[in-house]
């Protein structure tokens, strides 16, 4: 049986836009829709076009779009044939025109899961209105602990000896949405912020395709700050 999307009432929209609602794609197995939104050299968008070659994985890359010219992730998704996009924001009067532009930029294609992979930008309320729910962003630490740009830096200077990564729901704050999945890395004695950046990296590609593969097969549900993958 084919699936359908459910999208229950929104409480509190001003705070979280996709609290209590269950998400299903409903597309046929292998055709479910990605969109991934790039900033830099796209490690995690390749990971996801690598998976998207089984068709077993259950979903196809079908955009990538860019705030800025030239990125290494526009570049491997035009080798992979996957049409791209670039907004920037300094092309928009101001920020919410940007917004309501990338919204409509992501909406032309119609996706089931937009996923910000090393995207510099925060989206606004247009765009959170339309896929709140639906995008996901990946962030080097095990959050709440070490939000922000410098998180690998400030696990290293608090002097933890387990840090990793988390794969959220974007929601209006920085680094604040719900948690879909976590991966833990070792902190080594002899690292520094380049070493330890690139083990996490590394946990991350693995992380995100395990995630978002469960998400367009088994569907995802959201109640208050749990996020639960399937029944």
Avoid at 36 to 52: K, M, P, R, Y
Avoid at 79 to 100: E, M
Avoid at 126 to 140: D, I, Q, V
């Amino acid at each position: 049986m084919q699936a359908t999307r459910y999208v229950g009432q929104r409480r509190k929209p001003d705070i979280c836009p996709f609290n209590d609602q269950e998400f299903a794609v409903s597309r046929p197995p292998s055709q479910s829709r990605l969109l991934v939104l790039v900033s830099g050299t796209g490690t995690i968008l390749q990971a996801l076009l690598d998976a998207c070659a089984d068709p077993g994985f259950g979903a196809q890359v079908v955009a990538v779009g860019a705030d800025r010219d030239g990125t290494g992730g526009a570049a491997r998704a035009a080798a992979a044939g996957v049409p791209t996009f670039v907004r920037r924001v300094q092309d928009s009067p101001d920020r919410f025109a940007w917004d309501k532009a990338l919204t409509a930029d992501c909406a032309a294609f119609d996706p089931d899961l937009i996923i910000a992979a090393g995207f510099l930008k925060l989206v606004g309320t247009e765009f959170l209105g339309r896929f709140g729910g639906r995008m996901l962003n990946t962030h080097p630490a095990l959050l709440p602990s070490f939000p922000g740009i410098h998180s690998v830096r400030d696990a290293l200077e608090h002097g933890v000896k387990m840090t990793g990564c988390s794969l959220i729901l974007v929601d209006p704050g920085i680094d604040s949405g719900p948690i879909v999945a976590q991966a833990a890395v070792p902190v080594l004695d002899d690292d520094d912020e380049e070493s330890l950046h690139e083990r996490i990296k590394v946990a991350e590609r693995s992380l995100v395709v395990a995630a978002v593969g469960r998400m367009v097969r088994e569907g995802w549900s959201v109640d208050g700050r749990r996020v639960r993958i399937g029944n």
